[in-house]
């Protein structure tokens, strides 16, 4: 079955950077890509980008463009994002998710744990 | 970027009541639409689909309609594991955004 497992919460100051890690398994990782959403503490839902693992590509919310990075390690199944100078309201719950094959696009059905992002001094 | 206006923002039921839940776009997203249910803590879960196709294992009475800027999401018969907050999402264009939710109470 379709997994995807992600790292662990992570305690940062502001002005640091964080990197989140999410491992799929139980199918071919090129053949989907890979989208992070994030939720703060009371929130909504916020998308953030999403990778192309087949070639790299990514596509980046303009909220977000310069400060994240999202990659993939095809040889691990990994996919990885990170986001630097954080600041206190990037605490939030940051999800990978992947889509359902038979819909027509950005279809979520599957979805990590996620991880908890706590940016404090 | 395509604005999604969730109504309402919470609502309080019965248990077998019929409920609704509206997203409006602010543009035609076709029927680039889905909607999701999150329990606190949890990551989202997708009920609906393109706007009205049910994903495989979520309970019948669940049910998504609407195409263009107007949907609706209706639960016919509400049930206790039902409560939870409701999204819609949509994909006509990036970046991909959702609305505000919806929080169901019993």
């Known amino acids: 079955q379709v997994l995807l497992v992600q790292s662990g919460g992570e305690l940062k100051k502001p002005g640091a950077s964080v990197k989140v890690s999410c491992k799929a398994s139980g199918y071919t990782f090129t053949n989907y890509g890979i989208t992070w959403v994030r939720q703060a503490p009371g929130q909504g839902l916020e998308w953030m980008g999403w990778?192309?693992?087949?070639?790299?590509?990514?596509d980046y919310a303009p909220k977000f463009q310069g400060r994240v990075t999202i990659n993939a390690d095809t040889s691990t199944s990994t996919a990885y994002m990170d986001l630097r100078s954080l600041r206190s309201d990037d605490t939030a719950l940051y999800f990978c998710?992947?889509?359902?094959?038979?819909?027509?696009?950005?279809?979520?059905?599957?979805w990590g744990q996620g991880t908890l992002v706590t940016v404090s001094s | 970027d395509i604005q999604m206006t969730q109504s309402p923002s919470s609502l309080s039921a019965s248990v077998g009541d019929r409920v609704t839940i509206t997203c409006q776009a602010s543009q035609d997203i076709r029927n680039y639409l889905n909607w999701y249910q999150q329990k606190p803590g949890k990551a989202p879960k997708l009920l609906i689909y393109?706007?009205?196709n049910l994903e495989t294992g979520v309970p019948s009475r669940f049910s998504g309609n609407g195409s263009g800027t107007d949907f609706t999401f209706t639960i016919s018969s509400l049930q206790p594991e039902d409560i939870g907050r409701y999204y819609c999402?949509?994909?006509?264009?990036?970046?991909?955004?959702f609305g505000g939710g919806t929080e169901v109470e019993i």
């Open positions: 990778i192309n693992t087949n070639n790299g590509h990514t």
């Open positions: 998710a992947r889509v359902i094959s038979y819909c027509g696009g950005d279809c979520f059905g599957y």
């Open positions: 999402q949509q994909y006509e264009n990036l970046p991909l955004t």
């Open positions: 393109d706007a009205s």
